[in-house]
């Protein structure tokens, strides 16, 4: 097969146009690339290799850690720990942040908060997962521990975000301001090489997803939009098709790449939302919003613009094709809770 531009020569390329570029942010990226072949290979033998199932433990948000969850965190924290770019990590099975302390890393400009396998709960199921991403500039001094404020930034400061997701291949998209691009992961060899270029997201789509189990539950806006989505008008290509994965990166990747909504409203057992700002939430907007959509947590909030106060702090997520989120914001403003 011949290899397109791997995404090393594509880091390369990207730096040579950033004549200022110190080649840091390349280094971060070799690092989530090796940790993502590395879940990629335990997540592809993951009922014979005796590491699925709950762990045992708990994460900080009470969820049974399923023992690939802890194997993806330590992969990917100690693949960012190796390279002295990365100061600190927040993460999802990590109750407090963590600040790497060796002198070196201290000197690292910046700072990364990830969900280490989102949707974990669909391992043992073989349902897509996966790798969510968020990388920042450290607002603190170099050379001191990485502190809270550091992680606390609105996603409109993102220096880049992303995911890898673990699929029928594995494949890590991504941005730093520049738009989308998409790369397959070439076992065989061992790169990730550039498969979607630029990627767009559709103006409009025909998927909704969303729960519906919790539909009692749902602010009204929301349960008027699901209504509007099934209502048949072969002008607008309604009923339009529910798909609902459970793992957000699944849903979200299907969307991107045919047009489509996902969304986790509040609900009576999670009257936030679900979904974690930090670290699902803003690298997932920025991608969307880099790819031409949307992404609110309601009525003209933008995500991106919301301010953290706690590191796994929740909120409501409506995300995807511009007109459809436009579409549901309508509702929720008619329908004011
Ligand atoms: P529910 C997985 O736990 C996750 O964080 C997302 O990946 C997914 O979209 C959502 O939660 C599923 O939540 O409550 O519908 O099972």
Redesign the pocket.
């Known amino acids: 097969m011949e290899i397109t531009k791997t995404h090393g020569e594509f880091i390369i390329d990207a730096q040579h146009e950033h004549p200022d570029a110190s080649g840091e942010l390349s280094s971060l990226f070799a690092s989530i690339r090796l940790a993502a072949k590395i879940v990629h290979r335990e997540i592809n033998k993951a009922g014979l290799a005796d590491i699925t199932g709950a762990a045992g433990a708990e994460n900080v948000q009470g969820e049974a850690q399923q023992k690939l969850d802890l194997y993806a965190n330590d992969k990917f924290k100690a693949a960012l720990e190796a390279r002295g770019v990365v100061c600190g990590l927040a993460s999802e099975e990590e109750e407090h942040l963590v600040s790497f302390d060796s002198a070196r890393c201290q000197k690292g400009k910046y700072i990364v908060l990830m969900d280490p396998l ?2 974990s ?1 669909n391992i043992d199921v073989n349902v897509s997962v996966g790798t969510i991403f968020s990388i920042y500039h450290r607002l603190t001094p170099v050379g001191t521990p990485a502190k809270e404020e550091d992680f606390l930034q609105p996603g409109n400061k993102q220096v880049a975000a992303g995911y890898i997701i673990y699929g029928s291949s594995t494949m890590l998209v991504y941005t730093t301001g520049q738009g989308v691009n998409g790369f397959t992961y070439d076992p065989s060899i061992g790169v990730f090489c550039l498969s979607n270029p630029d990627m767009r997201a559709p103006k409009t789509g025909t998927i909704y997803s969303v ?1 519906e189990g919790n539909y009692v539950h749902f602010p009204e806006g929301i349960k008027k939009y699901i209504k509007y989505c099934q209502i048949e008008d072969k002008a607008s290509n309604r009923p339009y098709t529910s798909r609902y994965i ?3 990166v699944a ?1 979200f990747h299907r969307n991107l790449i045919k047009g489509g909504i996902y969304m ?1 409203p509040t609900s009576t057992a999670y009257p936030n939302g ?2 974690r700002l930090l670290y699902e939430c803003n690298p997932m907007a920025f991608l969307i919003e880099q790819a031409g959509g949307r992404a609110i947590a309601g009525p003209g909030i933008r995500i991106m613009d919301m301010v953290p106060t706690e590191l796994h702090q929740r909120a409501p997520l409506y995300l995807g094709s511009s007109r459809m989120v436009d579409e549901v914001e309508a509702r929720m403003v008619a329908n004011p809770e």
Do not use: A, V
Request: without cysteine.
């Open positions: 989102d949707g709960s729960n459970g793992s957000l849903d986790y679900k979904l």
